[in-house]
Nanobody, 123 residues
Framework: QVQLVESGGGLVQAGGSLRLSCAASGRTFSTYAMAWFRQAPGKEREFVASISSSGRITSYADFVKGRFTISRDNAKNTVYLQMNSLKPEDTALYYC????????????????WGQGTQVTVSS
């Protein structure tokens, strides 16, 4: 069982930066692949980025490549999403998720979810 708590969201102007954190409970965090998804009002939840359990492999949605960076600190049971050059279209509720296997980009594949943290980017 893994419990996830996101933080770091907020209101930022276009072009600004935010760093999201996702703190996980449990001693097995280092065995889970982690991912960030987001959901804007009226839209489906979409994949943003993922990272393997070791942190050596990462993957990004095309719309965030070069702007967002996913990382993890297994000693702190935390995964991060550094978001730079934010755009108004990045406005959404951002969720972190955990799964035993790395590679999935579909939210249905992920077993554990946090409650989300709101990111709002003003123009």
């Amino acid at each position: 069982q893994v419990q996830l708590v996101e933080s770091g969201g907020g209101l930022v102007q276009a072009g600004g930066s935010l760093r999201l954190s996702c703190a996980a409970s449990g001693r097995t965090f280092s065995t889970y692949a982690m991912a960030w998804f987001r959901q804007a009002p009226g839209k489906e939840r979409e994949f943003v980025a993922s990272i393997s359990s070791s942190g050596r492999i990462t993957s990004y949605a095309d719309f965030v490549k070069g702007r967002f960076t996913i990382s993890r600190d297994n000693a702190k049971n935390t995964v991060y999403l550094q978001m730079n050059s934010l755009k108004p279209e990045d406005t959404a509720l951002y969720y972190c998720a955990a799964d035993a296997e790395y590679g999935a980009r579909t939210f249905a594949n992920y077993v554990y979810w946090g409650q989300g943290t709101q990111v709002t980017v003003s123009s």
